[in-house]
């Protein structure tokens, strides 16, 4: 349990922190450490340089940004919960955070750094992707923004360049949305077997527009595309619901491992889709 | 103490805060790893990653060339000093097993076995090293199913020949406590009921939150040995026997100690080799293992298949049950493995009447780690497999499971209780704990819950799970120790002393690593020599200190060892006797001890057992007719066993469309007999419990095909934690036992042997209407889910 020797480094600024990671090739980001940490104590990680980000205080903190939310790469996750314009604005990632780890991880654990090691079993990447995120990423070369459905490219691999970090992620404003996270997992701190993140706007009593994000369905969280497309129009029933539901995992390759084969995770990506939609349903 | 508190009218029976807890719960203490000495180097084990392989060259020059590196040591180098691990029980006289080393030299049999060690002058240095040490290994095919493990279709020790360690049985015909089982089977088959069944307890690992630590002091004249284990005795004696040390020249100390759950019951190669380091450098070592380490190569447990067979008349009163059970030893024999199985074969009968029992055990080798102690040992598996099959005979009797129980169980007036295992049961009511847990349960209610539920064809069904169980704690009459096989003895030792003060030395043979003894003794002794609670002082742990005793494991410590403190304290105050006679100048047959004092009968004369104490340190106005100490010693061997007992009932909803499954409630009651601390034994019960939910639900040490532990971390290894467990209604009846004088039982497994069938059948009793009649542990929802959608196509093939 004992990491190997690296070298560390803990710039105050965005700039200083590319410095390195364009000085230095085989260097890793530490954000909150929640993943990092155990990666290079089990010595599955062994990198020469440690470019630790948090004395970066201008990549703390949400905003609003007209259209969009804005929230910092480094946000600990216990600020995104409780935030309120996150509450007003993007339910779905208050609700999903609540669920990450317990609250000695999320005061630890950031939004960014979740984002950023991109495991397919976790919360943030689905949420990202269902409400259309856009990730802003810093690099030698200024800055670009990156769609969510991009970002994500397999089991921990997304893209970031080596040199480039990612500062902030913009999401586009739900106000008025009802959401619901669906996480099934076999204990409370446990990964996701299937998740389902899902977001809702009603006109009346029929639905107007859907978001549908599934997690762990693949090497990366995808959007449940045919589902958002079936329900729009239809009432917010749980009839209309759950035969739109039932395409959830159209077009999935989800792991077969020891919590489940893939057939279990199709069919609980199904289940739990229509819970999600008809749990949003009813708090919007 | 503020002047508001009020004393109990007796420390026995009162829930007392734990004395321990502050330093415990803080970590502010001597843990073993948080002790440092001067000079002291640090050991990092370089363990095989493959399960079964030969050895065939072992590089350690990079590594003795690293930065601070004092020595590198493979199996080769020690092959002749290390000796080999002892078995301490070997449960038939031909019993076969390898020979265990604590460092393979050129066989390996598990993965995590220990290949080398490097001894550095930091924890980092270490552990950098080992990384360096470049084994070349020759892969065997490991034998890792243990059923074909059992047929011998693969060997995993090519020297031994076969995986067969022991093969034991009994039978009830030929030992004449009950009939002939076949013969009943058979009777059974023609009108009555067979139910034939096959149960697998999973692999499971104990995960103390501890791991384990040794430091070695070879400095001092008599080597000192810390170790995080359950059994300070043990390991003195082994290190002796093993190492060839002379038994007065090692000091074994068990600080603190944080949880074994059996897993800490054991004579390790760890401490083996840190005792050779320390000699061979001549400085202090310490080895703390990683969790990753602990997880791979401490003993596991359970893993057994049990075959079982029920007969029973139609109207549902049992007449024979037979078990054939293969038990996985793992790579070698520990201390008690071969005796694990042996451990529950009393127990298949439970709390019931049963007039025919045979059971047969094969202990067979795999190349997995190998397999001892668990919570519960033996008796989990037991209550298990016949508290399950309790329901099926409910369910094709077509009655109420606690109605089936009823009809079998040993009824209150029948006590003492000759069983058809041959285990005498001093005392019990199993009726009055029942009519307790369904009161408390609401059994009723959930039961009409339920029906609705079944007829709304609500996809969230609702099942309710019965359990009881009766154990063999107190372990253990040493001469029935003896005639089992098992080399040790049962018995427990104790001192207690005045001190000159008034306060009270008392020095248990016991080891707590979590149960609360220093509070629990203090309040036996504060009861039996009218002391105050805070006045006590525990000793324990250290082989200095307390010389003599058996450690803790089986639910022992307050039935054995707590007497034994009863029976020192005793002593005391009979040695006080004739001094306070000679000192009140009165007849030792005109004083009578109560409330902590000597008093001359019919006056207002007396002595306190601190002014006896302080009097008996002065010594001016003795006379020396009578011995001027006030300390004793008691060593005590019980005549028999204790069997607590009780009844637990859980309910659990079932999502049939997901296979989740929520505990909704859960309701035990318990008889632990007379009980010393209430909040001790609350705790104590709710762990249990949770221990065996954790059984049910979620625990399962899993191997890939190659024999590579999957579950090698706490992420795979599902653990519960609070958000996963229910709030336990736990309540109690008190039958004391007639076994020991203060009537006491033992609690420490009780909770783990019951939850775990009232899980299970709570979960197949939600699921039997849609043709279920059984879920392998753990019912993870994927399992449930499977089951469901398995007995679905085979009714619909049906119709």
Redesign the interface.
């Known amino acids: 349990m004992i990491p190997v020797a690296f070298e560390y480094f803990a710039p105050a600024t965005v700039d200083e922190a590319l410095g390195l990671l364009r000085e230095h090739s085989d260097a890793k980001v530490l954000a909150g450490g929640q993943s990092l940490m155990p990666a290079l104590r089990l010595r599955l990680a062994a990198p020469e340089v440690i470019v630790d980000i948090q004395k970066i205080d201008d990549l703390r903190g949400v905003r609003d940004d007209g259209d969009a939310l804005v929230i910092g790469a480094m946000t600990p996750h216990s600020t995104v919960e409780s935030d309120p314009l996150v509450a007003e604005h993007a339910r779905l990632i208050a609700l999903a955070t609540a669920t990450v780890g317990d609250p000695q991880i999320r005061h630890r654990g950031t939004f960014g750094g979740s984002l950023a090691h991109a495991d397919p079993a976790a919360d943030l990447p689905v949420v990202a992707v269902a409400l259309d995120a856009s990730f802003v990423i810093a690099g030698p070369d200024g800055r670009r923004t990156v769609p969510a459905s991009e970002f994500f490219q397999g089991v921990f691999s997304t893209a970031l360049g080596e040199d480039e970090l990612l500062v902030e992620v913009r999401v586009p404003k739900y106000t008025g949305w009802g959401a619901h996270y669906e996480k099934f997992n076999r204990v409370a701190q446990g990964w996701s077997i299937v998740s389902v993140a899902a977001a809702v706007r009603l006109d009346g009593d029929s639905i107007a527009e859907a978001r549908v994000g599934l997690g762990n369905m693949g090497s990366t969280p995808v959007r449940a595309t045919a589902v958002e497309a079936a329900l729009v129009g239809q009432p917010a029933t749980a009839d209309a619901v759950r035969e739109a539901a039932a395409r959830a995992a159209d077009g999935t390759s989800p792991v077969s491992d020891i919590n489940g084969d893939a057939d279990y995770r199709r069919h609980l990506a199904t289940v739990l889709t229509r819970r999600a939609v008809l749990a949003a349903a009813g708090t919007a | 103490m503020t002047a508001t508190e009020e004393r109990p009218a007796t420390e026995i029976g009162a829930s007392r805060r734990r004395k321990e807890d502050a330093r415990l719960i803080t970590g502010r203490t001597r843990w073993t790893d948080n002790i440092v000495l001067p000079g002291l180097q640090h050991i990092a084990m370089v363990r095989s990653p493959f399960a079964h392989a030969r050895i065939t060259s072992i590089d350690a020059e990079a590594a003795k060339a690293a930065s601070g590196v004092v020595a590198v040591i493979t199996g080769a180098d020690i092959a002749d000093e290390q000796g080999a691990l002892p078995n301490a029980w070997a449960i038939i006289p031909d019993q076969k097993a390898p020979v265990h080393p604590s460092m393979a030299v050129d066989h390996v049999a598990f993965a995590g076995e220990i290949v080398a060690m490097v001894i550095a002058r930091t924890?980092?240095e270490a552990?950098?090293a080992a990384?360096l040490v470049d084994v070349d290994y020759e892969e065997l095919e490991p034998a890792l199913e243990l059923k074909a493990a059992a047929r011998d279709e693969v060997i995993a020790h090519p020297d031994l020949g076969t995986n067969v360690s022991a093969v034991w049985s009994y039978d009830s015909a030929e030992s004449g406590t009950g009939g002939d089982v076949e013969a009943a089977i058979a009777a059974a088959r023609d009108g009555g009921i067979v139910i034939e069944e096959e149960f697998r307890q999973q692999r499971l690992i104990p995960a103390f939150m501890e791991p384990r630590s040794i430091v070695v002091d070879p400095t001092t004249e008599q080597m000192t040995v810390w170790s995080a284990t359950q059994v300070p005795h043990f390991v003195k004696i082994f290190i002796a026997l093993v190492l060839g040390i002379p038994e007065s020249k090692v000091r074994v100390i068990a600080p603190d100690v944080g949880g074994g759950f059996g897993g800490k019951l054991q004579f390790t190669p760890e401490e083996v080799l840190t005792v050779i380091a320390a000699r061979r450098t001549g400085k202090p070592c310490k080895y703390t293992e990683?969790?990753?380490e602990s997880l791979m190569a401490a003993h596991h447990g359970r893993d057994q298949w049990q075959q079982v067979t029920l007969a029973a008349n139609a109207d549902g009163t049992v007449t024979g049950l037979k078990v054939e059970l293969i038990a996985d030893m793992g790579a070698y024999l520990g201390l008690v493995t071969s005796a694990i199985p042996l451990l529950g074969a009393f127990m298949y009968n439970g709390i019931y009447k049963f007039p025919a029992y045979h059971i047969g055990i094969t202990n067979v080798f795999t190349n997995k780690t190998w397999t001892d102690a668990y919570r519960g040992a033996g008796r989990p598996e037991a209550t298990y497999a016949i508290e399950r099959l309790m329901d099926e005979l409910a369910a094709r009797v077509g009655v109420d499971a606690l109605e089936i129980r009823e009809r079998n169980w040993i009824k209150h007036e029948e006590f003492p209780f000759s069983t058809v295992s041959g285990l005498r049961y001093d005392s019990g009511n199993y009726e009055a704990a029942t009519a307790k847990a369904r009161e408390l349960f609401g059994y009723d209610d959930l039961r009409a819950e339920q029906r609705k539920r079944r007829e709304s064809g609500d996809p969230v069904q609702l099942g309710i799970g019965v359990s009881t169980f009766t154990e063999m704690c107190g372990l253990a009459p040493s001469r029935w120790l003896g005639s089992m096989g098992y080399v040790g003895g049962g018995w427990e030792h104790a001192a207690v002393r005045m001190l000159p003060t008034g306060k009270v030395e008392v020095v248990t043979g016991t080891s707590p690593h979590g149960q609360g003894h220093e509070t629990a003794w203090s309040q036996l002794v504060a009861d039996r020599l009218g002391v105050a609670f805070e006045d006590v002082e525990v000793l324990h742990g250290d082989t200095q200190v307390a010389v003599r005793g058996l450690d803790t494991y089986g639910s022992r410590s307050l039935a054995v060892g707590g007497m034994a403190v009863l029976a020192a304290a005793d002593k005391v105050i009979e040695k006080a006797k004739p001094i306070a006679a000679q000192l009140l100048e009165a007849n030792a047959d005109d004083l009578d001890f109560s409330g902590g004092r000597y008093g001359v009968r019919g006056t207002d004369a007396g002595m306190t057992m601190a002014e006896l104490a302080f009097a008996v340190f002065q010594g001016h106005k003795l006379d020396g007719s009578a011995e001027g100490c006030l300390d004793a010693d008691a060593t005590l061997d019980p005549d028999d066993f204790s069997f607590p007992h009780g009844t637990h009932l859980c309910a659990v909803e079932v999502d049939t469309?997901?296979g989740?499954t929520k505990i909704r409630s859960y309701v035990c009651v318990d008889d632990v007999g007379v009980v010393v601390n209430p909040m001790i034994v609350e705790g104590q019960v709710h762990g249990g419990i949770a221990q065996g939910i954790a059984q049910a639900l979620?625990e399962e040490a899993?191997h890939d095909d190659s024999g590579t532990l999957?579950?090698g971390?706490f992420?795979?290894y599902?653990?519960?934690?609070a958000?996963?467990l229910p709030t336990f209604e736990t309540a109690r009846t008190e039958t004391p036992a007639t076994t020991n004088q203060l009537g006491v039982k033992g609690v420490g497994e009780a909770g783990t042997i019951a939850s775990t069938p009232a899980v299970v059948n709570a979960i197949v009793d939600a699921l039997r209407p849609l043709g279920v009649t059984d879920v392998p542990m753990p019912c993870?929802?994927?399992r449930v889910?499977?089951a469901i959608q398995k007995s679905a196509s085979q009714e619909g093939s049906r119709s």
């Open positions: 924890a980092a552990n950098d990384d990683t969790r990753s469309e997901t989740a979620f899993l999957v579950t971390s992420d795979q599902t653990l519960p934690a958000p996963d993870t929802p994927y889910w499977t």
